[in-house]
Every structure is written in C-alpha cells, then in structure tokens.
C-alpha cells in the first residue's frame, strides 16, 4: 500500500520540474515579441499573425506527448523497459512525420492564412517573412514534444525542464544576433527559434538513441500498430480542438461585447492562463504515475492516488482563488492604463477565480484519464461539453450584456464549461471502465 507521504513525494517530484518546463516554452514567444517590438508597430503585428499560426500548429500537436506519456509508463510500470523506450521512440517517429507533412502543407498555404488575417502589405509581408521561416522548425518542434512525452512516462520531468530553459536561453541569444546583428529582421527572430527548436530536439534525439542502446531496442522508423496510434492521435487531437474552439468562442463573445470588454477578457485571460500552469503540472504528474500504475497492475492504488490528486487539485485551486483575489485590485494595473479596462478587471478577475478549484478537478482529472489511455471518452465528453458553453454564450449574447455585467457573465459562461467538464470527468472516474491494467490498454 502506497502511503499518502510517499504518494505526495511523487506527485511533487514530477509536478514541480514540469511546471519550470511549462513556464520555460512561452519564454520563447514572449524573446520574440520583446526583440521585434523594437523594429516597429507592422512588424510587431506581423509577428502577431504569424506566431498565433504557429503556436495553434504546435497547440493541436500536443497529442504526440499526451498518447506517447500514458503508452511509455505503462510498459514502464509493467516492467517492460525496452518496450517503454520502444514505444517513445514510436512517438517521436510519428512527431517528426507529422513535422514534416505540417511543414510542407503550411508553406503552400502561408500566403492564403496570411491574407485572412490582414490586407496591410507591410504586415503582410513581415507576416509571410516569420511564417515561412518558423514553420522550418516544426519538425524538430514536434520531435521535442514527443521526445517530452517519453521522458514524462520514463518518470523524468527534470530533463525536459533543462532543455526547455535551456532552448530559451539559446533562443534569445540566436534572434539577438540574428535580428540586430546579422539584421535579418522579423525573419532573424523565426530563424533563431526555428535553429533553437531544431538543437532541442537533437537533445532529446541523443537522448532516446541513448536509452535504445541501453535497453537493446531498435531507433529504426515506426509508429507502433499504425491504425492504433493513428486512432488514438485523432481523438486527442478532437478532444484538444474542443478545448482551442471553446477558447477562440470567449475571446469572440468578448469581442461582441465592446473594445473595453475585450481588453479586460484578454488581460484577465492572461491572469488565468498563467495561473493554471500550476494545474497543467499537477495534470502532467497525474498522467505519468498514472500510466505506471496501471501497467503495474495495481487497480486499488490507481484508485488512491486518484482520490489524492483530486484533493492537491483542489487545494491548489483554493491557494490560487485566494491569491489571485487578494490581488485583484492591483494585478490591471501591471497590464493597461486605461482606466474603463481597470474599472472592471478586480470584478473581472475575483469571479474567473471563483472557478479555479473546479478547474483544479479538471486538469487533475484529465491527465488521470489521458494517463489512463481513455481518449476516446475524453473526446466525446470535449464535444458535450463545447455545446454546453456554446449554448450559454449565446444565451448571454442574446441578453446583450454590457460593462462589468457582460464580463462577469462571460466569465461565468466559461466557469460553467469548466464545471460541465469536471461532471464528466468524475461521471467517468467514480466508475472502473476507465481502469484498464497492464501494458497495454
């Protein structure tokens, strides 16, 4: 019997590097934006265009960690080593394929996605300039994720923490060469996370020829069972495009609601979206010891550490409601000036917090059932839960809402869509048909 101290030891020496990873992968967006400001208002929308294309590529692609993790620590935790690395390498084959495909089909439409977004030909221009230099850094973008996906189920956070801190920094030193040195421009700033993308996934290449030569497992290509691999791929990449959807649906709602709405939602949102890194992690910690549990054959201790990690999700949604309420009044001004976004973000802010302890649920329990290899209900559920907070976004629409109210509201629609997702997800873990053990699910 695992006993709770132990049990906590794991969660946290898990949680804890991968939450320095998540923080460590905005750093390179955030290098670029900081560096291209500088060149000047077309260029920086430029950036804009092109980097939201790309992080939605690499957005729907975490698929590859999130089948590869649950896939390596169950043959992991059923003592099967080499097919644990066998498996993770499958991972990162089917990552760099699909890098490749994703490479080639966005430089024969940039031009079309460009023009949608704008019809300026200085931000045009400076647009096509960063696509078409950073989608070259997809391939080993992807290989990094998968590569992340086999090192989680190994039960290794701490070395994708190290390459992620360790690409930004690269990242940062590359784009000021490139940009102001070399003066390549927007295009020296693609160039320079495209070349550190690529040096990241040498690492974790490096490191998985490594394992395959400690183990006597082969690195030639392969995706596993293709029709496997490729099935499950297809319903995480549903499940996570549910997840996009209902995200472009808030930012669209409070654009409807006005220009100062909107800003209060955007800066609110970015409150929200750092806040819930801390959750990313606990859901990151979940899949791998999950997995291994399984593949260890162990139902009742799955069911434990399930219990435990709801409790930690929890927890840490109160800690995070009861910060973020204490600095309500104070956390706009780090973000705007003007003073009808500040009137209505401390609103703002306390009732997005309120949710935080049902969005504590939420990631914990979905990384228990990615652990667990459960895509398929997640991606049902994503879709059940999307028309929930479609239809009561409308709903407030159709109210036409306004000011503080409308914000408040809207808030309250997607606390709503977090709570449809927590009663499904624990509908699904209150029962065993999820609990699948052994190597293989």
């Known amino acids: 019997m695992t006993a709770p101290t132990s049990t906590s030891k794991r969660i946290l020496a898990l949680a804890v590097p991968a939450l320095g990873a998540l923080v460590a992968q905005p750093l390179f967006v955030m290098t670029d934006t900081a560096m ?48 644990a ?61 998968a590569g992340t996906g086999l090192l989680r189920g190994l039960q290794d956070t701490k070395t994708p923490l190290v390459v992620a801190v360790g690409g930004a920094i690269v990242n940062a030193g590359l784009n000021a060469l490139l940009i102001y040195g070399a003066q390549l421009g927007i295009a020296g700033s693609a160039l320079g996370t495209a070349i550190a993308e690529t040096l990241m996934a040498v690492v974790y290449v490096l490191v998985a020829m490594q394992a395959a030569r400690d183990n006597g497992v082969s690195i030639g290509p392969g995706i596993g069972k293709p029709r496997e691999a490729l099935t499950a791929s ?34 609110t949102y970015t409150v929200y979206n750092v806040l819930v890194f801390t959750l990313d992690a606990l859901a990151i910690a979940a899949q791998a010891i999950i997995g291994h549990d399984l593949g260890a054959g162990d139902g009742s201790a799955v069911k434990r550490l399930v219990r435990i990690l709801v409790w930690w999700g929890i927890g840490l ?6 910060l973020t309420a204490a600095l309500s009044p104070v956390l706009g001004h780090l973000f705007v000036t003007d003073y009808a976004v500040l009137d209505l973000l401390p609103g703002a802010l306390l009732v997005m917090a309120l949710f935080l302890p049902i969005g504590g649920v939420v990631f914990v329990l979905d990384g228990v059932l990615i652990g667990a290899g459960d895509v ?36 309250a629609a997607f606390g709503l869509f977090l709570a449809a997702r927590a009663a499904t997800l624990v509908l699904r873990v209150v029962g065993d048909r999820w609990i699948v053990l052994g190597a293989a699910r």
């Open 36 to 83: 291209v400001g500088h060149l000047g208002e077309s260029v920086l929308a430029g950036l804009s265009i092109g980097a939201t294309v790309v992080t939605t590529l690499v957005g729907l692609m975490v698929f590859l960690a999130y089948t590869t993790t649950p896939l390596v620590a169950r043959r992991l935790g059923a003592g099967d080593l080499p097919g």
């Open 85 to 145: 690395v066998r498996a993770g390498i499958d991972g990162m084959w089917l990552g760099l394929g699909c890098g490749i495909a994703l490479l080639l089909l966005g430089l024969a439409i940039a031009p079309s996605v460009v023009n949608a977004f704008t019809e300026d030909p200085f931000v045009r221009e400076a647009a096509m300039s960063y696509l078409t230099v950073s989608l070259w850094g997809l391939p080993g973008m992807l290989l990094v994720i």
């Open 234 to 267: 297809s319903l995480m990449i549903l499940r996570t495009v549910t997840l996009r959807i209902a995200l472009l649906l808030l930012t669209w709602a409070g654009a409807q609601l006005g220009v100062s709405e909107l800003a209060a939602l955007q800066v």
């Open 317 to 322: 949604g109160v800690l995070l409601l009861l």
């Open 376 to 411: 398929k209900y997640l991606a049902v559920a994503g879709v059940v839960t999307l028309a929930v907070f479609a239809a009561a976004v409308f709903a407030l629409l159709g109210a036409d809402p306004g000011g503080q109210a409308g914000v408040n509201l809207l808030w």
